[in-house]
């Protein structure tokens, strides 16, 4: 049995900064393993979230248009 959490986090709706900024304070409270969907209807988003996994170790696992926006899976670095 595994014990990874995968949440999924409705952030739409919000502008930029807000789905980075709210994205980094949920991984910030989850362990490494853990994966976090991000759903998002800020155009930015695409740039911003692939930037921050970037900057702070995350692994951006897929980044799927959804109807009016997108979805993030992103995997939590150690």
């Known amino acids: ?3 990874t959490v995968e949440i ?3 952030l739409r709706g919000l502008k930029c ?3 980075v900024l709210r994205s980094r304070k949920k991984l910030a409270a989850l362990k490494a393993g853990d994966i976090l ?3 998002t ?3 930015l988003a695409v740039i911003d979230i692939a930037h ?3 900057e702070d170790g995350h692994n ?5 248009a959804v109807d009016k926006g997108h979805r ?3 995997l939590k670095g150690g």
């Open 1 to 3: 049995m595994s014990d």
């Open 60 to 64: 951006l696992l897929e980044t799927t």
């Open 52 to 54: 921050m996994c970037n």
């Open 37 to 39: 969907t991000i759903e």
């Open 17 to 19: 900064p807000l789905p």
């Open 8 to 10: 999924i986090f409705d």
């Open 41 to 43: 209807t800020d155009p």
């Open 72 to 74: 993030f899976r992103i």
